[in-house]
């Protein structure tokens, strides 16, 4: 099994639906990222969160919202969708400052 | 703001030649500095970190960086790429002052031809 997993894969929706991602980790680390990739733009941080009850904004957290139901569990939401919003998106976890990222596989959003 | 800049966004060697990959950061503060490999329909993988000691750090696959604290750079290097090489690096830092989060840079797209 993978030490990160992502849900779902891929997605294609319409603008202005609500979308979660889904991402859990067995490595039983307290730090989890979501990023989101788009060509020529390298990874950008939505949000990150350092333990459960910790929740804090990257560079472009507008129009995302993120739920950290348990250690190992980290949700992003598309409160309602746009087309650039359209990119591939990253979960990852790693035990400090120090350690490497561990990454999900990514899922592929299209919003149509 | 804290910021990681990659100067090359793409860069084309022949196969045996040196690679050289420029990353800079903005901040003079502590830094955790990371390179990351992502190939071809994959996820990023780590090459290399920094965080204390030796300013030149040696990581997996023959890749090498060397911290330059004056300069606040971590270039990536490497004598003799592989075809095998070609893929998209990603600078990162960690500002252990500064939040404590990752900040990837934009990427440099590595072709590596026969």
């Given at each position: 099994d993978a030490d990160v997993t992502q849900t779902p894969r891929n997605r294609i929706t319409k603008t202005g639906k609500r979308i979660m991602l889904e991402c859990s980790q067995t490595k039983g680390h307290d730090r989890m990222y979501w990023y989101r990739q788009d060509p020529g733009l390298g990874l950008r941080l939505i949000y990150y969160s350092f333990d459960v009850k910790d929740i804090n904004k990257g560079e472009i957290s507008d129009g995302y919202s993120v739920s950290r139901q348990a250690q190992a569990k980290f949700s992003l939401s598309l409160e309602s969708a746009i087309p650039n919003q359209t990119a591939l998106y990253f979960c990852a976890t790693h035990?400090?400052?120090?350690e490497k990222l561990f990454f999900g596989s990514g899922t592929q959003l299209s919003v149509l | 703001a804290q910021s990681v800049s990659q100067?090359?966004?793409?860069?084309i060697l022949s196969e045996a030649a040196s690679l050289e990959l420029g990353c800079n950061y903005s901040y003079g503060g502590t830094v955790n500095l990371f390179w990351y490999v992502q190939y071809p329909g994959q996820h990023l993988q780590l090459l290399?970190?920094?965080?204390?000691?030796?300013?030149?750090v040696k990581g997996i696959k023959g890749f090498e960086a060397?911290?330059?604290?004056s300069k606040f750079s971590f270039n990536l290097r490497k004598p003799s790429v592989q075809w095998s090489d070609t893929a998209e690096y990603f600078c990162a830092v960690i500002y252990t002052g500064g939040?404590?989060?990752l900040t990837f840079g934009t990427g440099t797209q590595l072709k590596v031809e026969l």
């Open positions: 035990r400090g400052a120090k | 100067h090359n966004h793409h860069v290399l970190k920094y965080f204390s000691g030796d300013p030149l060397e911290f330059i604290k939040g404590n989060k």
